[in-house]
């Protein structure tokens, strides 16, 4: 194989910037040979913009059967991303699936075991990942400059929406078209990066605030606090209600300590001595700063990496020559776990040890499924299943 042929599932706003990377030569020894969406308006754009070496599909079964391209990109709404990838897996592509991996763990956990019997490749597109911001500190801390972690406080509120957006879609802030709001849409690539730099917690505690500043039946504004096991603990907060936001982390450890301020500035001040052993061997009661030998290291950045074109890039890499795949697919269960977790939390009033109960959290989420207002004129044009039903209109 010398080119890596694509099939695009969806060509909304992701899959049709996917579908331009493609057309623009973006994309060193990968081809674009399928697109699929149920609505005929983007079909038609696709054969104006894409041209009539794209094959157009309304139906993915139809264009899984006809094994047109080697890779499957999905880049449909969150609850179908798994129940396309399993079908995939099953017909022999490859796959990369656009964020959320999808709505809830226990389907998520097919997609990876099916993914694995496939042997094929699969990736998540966590563009973040190629931020330089954050692979800096990531190498900070897998390195052990950091020393022991202590603790992670994440506030990202600069996600504003206005109630227009919401209002954008039929499936938009409603538990049955969407799954969520800012932890299923805006935050997965945050969540991704918490889990991928600082770990896995083993207990959440959660407030998700539904409707608080938007007229939606899901989360805008959330509060997560989490426990490690070796103690060391982390916040995250994040709304879709606040102006102006801001995008502010810091990330403690026994060595130091970790700022980072819009993404693009890294201030890593690192102490000489651990400050456990400090603590008990200082004859101080008060320690001027000062007193205490450390270093600072400023890390700036003036771009937020190669994002989605370098994910594409390496997957394709990756199949060609072997290059090392910066996104597992398998990974993409890890932030979902966070959310659901936070969910289940808020639900049930209770703090979460993880592994969580998925049959308790499925079971809570078919209830506001079951209540959710997405408007049901609309439904034909977008995807409501959970089953998985994209391709078929009602």
């Not at 994309?27 to 983007?42: F, N, Q, R, S, W």
């Not at 199949?319 to 977790?341: D, F, K, Q, R």
């Not at 959290?361 to 078919?366: K, T």
Request: charged share 25%.
């Amino acid at each position: 194989m010398s080119t890596v042929k694509f099939g695009i599932i969806g060509i909304g706003n992701m899959g049709s910037a996917h579908s331009k990377r493609f057309l623009n030569k973006e994309l060193k020894d990968g081809e674009l040979t399928a697109v699929c969406d149920l609505d005929p308006a983007k079909l038609d754009w696709a054969k104006e913009t894409l041209g009539e070496g794209v094959k157009r599909y309304t139906d993915y079964h139809q264009l899984l059967d006809d094994h047109v391209c080697d890779v499957i990109l999905i880049a449909t709404p969150h609850y179908d991303h798994p129940v396309i990838a399993i079908e995939a897996f099953e017909k022999g592509y490859h796959v990369i699936s656009e964020k959320p991996a999808g709505v809830y763990t226990k389907k998520v956990r097919e997609m990876n075991a099916a993914a694995e019997k496939s042997g094929k490749v699969f990736a998540m597109m966590y563009n973040q990942r190629t931020n330089p911001t954050y692979q800096k500190v990531r190498e900070i801390i897998k390195t052990g400059q950091l020393g022991e972690p202590k603790r992670l406080v994440w506030v990202i509120t600069d996600w504003y929406r206005t109630q227009k957006y919401y209002d954008s879609g039929a499936w938009r802030a409603t538990w049955e078209g969407e799954g969520g709001g800012v932890l299923l849409n805006q935050c997965p690539h945050q969540l991704d990066l918490w889990q991928w730099m600082f770990g896995m917690p083993k207990k959440i505690s959660a407030k998700c605030a539904v409707g608080k500043y938007h007229n939606v039946e899901i989360e805008d504004d959330v509060t997560i606090t989490a426990e490690y096991e070796n103690g060391a603990t982390a916040t995250f907060i994040t709304s879709t209600g606040e102006y102006p936001g801001c995008n502010h982390l810091i990330i403690s450890g026994d060595r130091g300590i970790i700022v980072v301020d819009n993404g693009k500035k890294v201030t890593f001040t690192k102490l000489a001595i651990p400050e456990r052993e400090f603590c008990y061997s200082s004859d101080k009661s008060f320690i001027p700063p000062e007193d205490v030998p450390r270093t600072e290291e400023v890390y700036e950045f003036d771009t937020y990496g190669t994002q989605h074109t370098g994910i594409l890039q390496n997957f394709i890499n990756h199949i060609l020559y072997g290059e090392e795949l910066m996104s597992l697919g398998y990974e993409g269960i890890n932030g979902l776990t966070i959310s659901n977790a936070a969910f289940l939390s808020d639900w049930t009033g209770e703090e979460i040890t993880l592994p969580m109960d998925e049959d308790l959290f499925y079971e809570l989420l078919q209830e506001r499924i079951k209540n959710s207002k997405i408007k049901k004129e609309q439904k034909a044009s977008v995807i409501v299943d959970v089953n998985g039903t994209y391709g078929h209109k009602e």
